[in-house]
């Protein structure tokens, strides 16, 4: 989908290492979502943003990882120290209003060695 | 909890076959959205249902949201090769869109 950018592609780090994965919109919206998709575990919701504050982060898995957004048009993920558990393909999605379809970016592949 | 789940996990088919993947939640939803990603790609929107009952058509799909909006469906007929790929549907619990965990569809030529 067009309007969200997200970088790297592709990250490859080792165990221990701090990651921190960006998410840029082009269009404003309301909500940002960030998802993790494993083989394993699916698309699993980690947290999501309206209007700039964290509304719900019960999917996060634990204090290693973080996110922020300081503004409508930037969203970051950081995961500090990160696992090889956590090597998985990371998504960020927006919409404009609560029911409406979820735009997806190309994701970002984490490879933790 | 919210926990939608999805089956099958993997279909083959025969090109020109049908194909139904289903989901089902335990709690009513308020809406429920179908997405498709191609390998190496990322979710793409295919539809929304939001009525009780509600059925939908694109060409060779029909979606379909149950009378409880327990659950839902997607039905493709006779498949193509360019419908490969895997299909979820994701579950509207309020603001949160919950995933199923995906039907992997693979078509044989």
């Known amino acids: 989908d067009a309007g969200v950018i997200q970088s790297p592609r592709h990250e490859v780090t080792e165990m221990g290492q701090e990651v921190t994965l960006r998410c840029k919109p082009i269009?404003?919206?309301?909500?940002l979502f960030w998802y993790r998709q494993t083989m394993m575990r699916g698309l699993e919701l980690l947290i999501y943003?309206?209007?700039?504050?964290?509304?719900?982060d019960s999917g996060m898995p634990e204090d290693r990882f973080s996110a922020k957004m300081p503004n409508a048009s930037f969203s970051t993920l950081k995961i500090q120290p990160s696992e090889p558990r956590d090597s998985a393909v990371y998504f960020c999605?927006?919409?404009?209003?609560?029911?409406?379809?979820?735009?997806f970016g190309n994701g970002t592949r984490l490879t933790v060695t | 909890g919210q926990q939608v789940m999805q089956i099958p996990q993997y279909q083959h088919v025969q090109e020109g076959e049908d194909f139904t993947t289903y989901c089902n939640s335990s709690?009513?939803?308020?809406?429920i959205q179908w997405y498709k990603q191609r390998p190496g790609g990322h979710p793409v929107f295919l539809i929304q249902?939001?009525?009780?009952?509600e059925v939908k058509k694109q060409k060779r799909l029909t979606f379909q949201f149950g009378e409880a909006k327990k659950n839902s469906s997607l039905h493709i007929t006779a498949t193509q090769t360019t419908d490969v790929g895997t299909y979820f549907c994701?579950?509207?619990?309020?603001?949160?869109?919950?995933f199923g965990a995906g039907t992997i569809l693979r078509v044989k030529s």
């Open positions: 999605a927006w919409r404009t209003l609560p029911h409406s379809p979820l735009h």
């Open positions: 269009s404003g919206h309301d909500y």
């Open positions: 943003f309206n209007n700039n504050v964290p509304i719900d």
């Open positions: 709690t009513t939803l308020s809406n």
């Open positions: 249902l939001v009525k009780s009952g």
């Open positions: 994701a579950g509207g619990y309020g603001n949160k869109l919950v």
